[in-house]
């Protein structure tokens, strides 16, 4: 099956909507077109074909959008390269997903000699002539991969996942099947457009026609005062944009004109939703991952504190169940979160062996550990690699870090198992927190958490708990902490 090059289609149908604004330029979606079919020009000046896999490495910026859009309008492939990698790091990336050559970002230009394909800097690619009889897309193959993203590696070295254009045409139509959205919205995006969220939005922004704003970073400040400007309804945000959102507005509140904040990252603390409630602010906490390009199960606001903690239920054409012992799971009974759909990658790039582990039939299995209620609402407990077993009894760290998080003056959390002689493993927590003592943590635990599942050790820490780019906890660093710490003694 195919469909219209949606770059092309958008541009023939709306041609005068605005289409993206950075800063303070603003693009309709037929002068986007323009843009995008001169770099496309460009592209193919230097020898990019129709299934080159080109690596992107860039903050946002309206050239780096641009860009994107080109290498669909050319049919090349765009591996979208994390920021805040080192060199070796991305050297890893470039050999895993067999790119051809490196687009960067001035910013980036001191890895240009540690890169081991050629480069070519945004600067360059625009001084560069266009091959004016370049063959643009006429129509997108959509089982033909589109992009390709790499996991955060929270269990491992990162995995290349395919995202084909069904993947994002099938998260598109999900997203404005359950959420409303419309031409009329204009989608905030101050998450990387190298990451799941920030790319869909894009995606999104051609399917329905709608103005997307984009940051360079997240300015809460910012955000916040072009909220209250009515500049934006839709906003993406993980839980500690949120909370900087919340902070910085303080006693004012959002117009009736914002009508969807998408919260990803994980369950949200109590205090958020209710700050969010008091303000008026709809919280539709989210569940997705690269592999489903994007989100695949949602929480409507009004469920928000009726069903505290749940990811909500699946997007239309998707669907969730829950493993345990190759049975599905009854309700409230937990084991490994499944999901299928069109949305759903195809595979990781020349990962048979991923492949083969990850997919039962058409059904993925995610390696995240959760369980449904009877309602069909889903709840994520943890990754399944993260599973401490003391006891023989399964402690899932994501459980103990969302009872921590809940008390007031704990602004982050972080659990990992450290060995013990007698019970296996026992939970470590880590706590960023200001005017609480370790025993009133455990106070707190003492009354949520089974004694079993509470906090043997509590270490306090000043500093930031390990995040990557998307906000995922990144626990290996944790225990490499806690090993450290156990040497020094």
């Not at 099947?177 to 419309?182: E, Q, T």
């Amino acid at each position: 099956m195919k469909i219209p090059n949606w770059i092309k289609q958008r541009a023939y149908l709306t041609p005068n909507r605005p289409a993206i604004t950075y800063e303070e330029q603003t693009l309709t979606f037929f002068e986007l077109y323009e843009r995008v079919s001169q770099t496309a020009g460009k592209l193919a000046k230097l020898g990019v074909k129709q299934g080159e896999h080109i690596g992107v490495l860039s903050k946002n910026q309206l050239d780096f959008a641009i860009l994107l859009y080109s290498l669909q309008h050319i049919g090349a492939i765009s591996v979208l390269i994390n920021t805040r990698l080192s060199a070796a790091e991305i050297n890893f990336q470039l050999t895993e997903a067999k790119i051809n050559r490196m687009i960067l970002d001035h910013a980036f230009l001191q890895y240009r000699d540690q890169l081991e394909v050629p480069t070519v800097l945004f600067s360059e690619l625009d001084q560069t002539e266009e091959n004016n009889l370049f063959k643009e897309m006429d129509y997108f193959q959509m089982e033909d991969v589109c992009s390709m993203m790499f996991t955060s590696g929270t269990t491992g070295n990162p995995k290349a996942v395919q995202q084909s254009y069904q993947n994002h045409w099938w998260s598109a139509i999900g997203s404005a099947l359950n959420l409303g959205l419309s031409e009329k919205d204009t989608w905030m995006c101050a998450v990387p457009l190298f990451h799941i969220s920030g790319y869909s939005i894009l995606i999104k922004s051609m399917v329905y026609g709608m103005h997307v704003r984009l940051y360079h970073q997240f300015n809460p400040s910012q955000i916040n005062q072009d909220i209250v400007e009515e500049k934006g309804s839709i906003l993406s945000v993980v839980t500690t944009m949120a909370t900087q959102l919340l902070d910085e507005i303080r006693e004012s509140s959002y117009p009736s004109s914002f009508r969807c904040m998408l919260l990803g990252g994980g369950p949200a603390p109590l205090s958020i939703l209710e700050a969010c409630k008091e303000k008026n602010i709809p919280v539709y906490q989210t569940y997705g991952m690269t592999e489903t390009a994007s989100q695949i199960v949602t929480l409507a606001p009004e469920d928000s504190m009726r069903k505290l903690g749940s990811a909500g239920k699946p997007l239309f054409p998707c669907e969730v169940k829950i493993m345990k012992d190759n049975n599905q799971a009854l309700p409230f009974e937990e084991g490994e979160i499944c999901v299928k759909g069109p949305n759903v990658t195809k595979g990781y790039y020349f990962h048979p062996k991923a492949n083969e582990e990850s997919f039962v039939g058409d059904w993925f299995y995610t390696g995240d550990i959760g369980l449904m209620d009877e309602e069909g609402y889903l709840y994520i407990l943890d990754r399944r690699s993260d599973l401490i077993i003391s006891g023989g009894e399964n402690i899932y760290p994501a459980e103990i870090e969302n009872v921590l998080i809940q008390h007031p003056n704990i602004e982050d959390a972080g659990v990992v198992g450290m060995k013990n002689n007698r019970w296996g493993e026992v939970p470590v927590a880590y706590v960023k927190a200001t005017n609480i003592s370790k025993d009133e943590i455990k106070r707190w635990c003492a009354d949520k958490l089974a004694p079993y599942k509470q906090p043997k050790q509590i270490v306090m820490t000043k500093d930031p708990l390990p995040r990557n780019a998307t906000n995922k906890l990144l626990r290996r660093e944790l225990k490499g902490r806690l090993e450290a710490s156990k040497d020094e003694d």
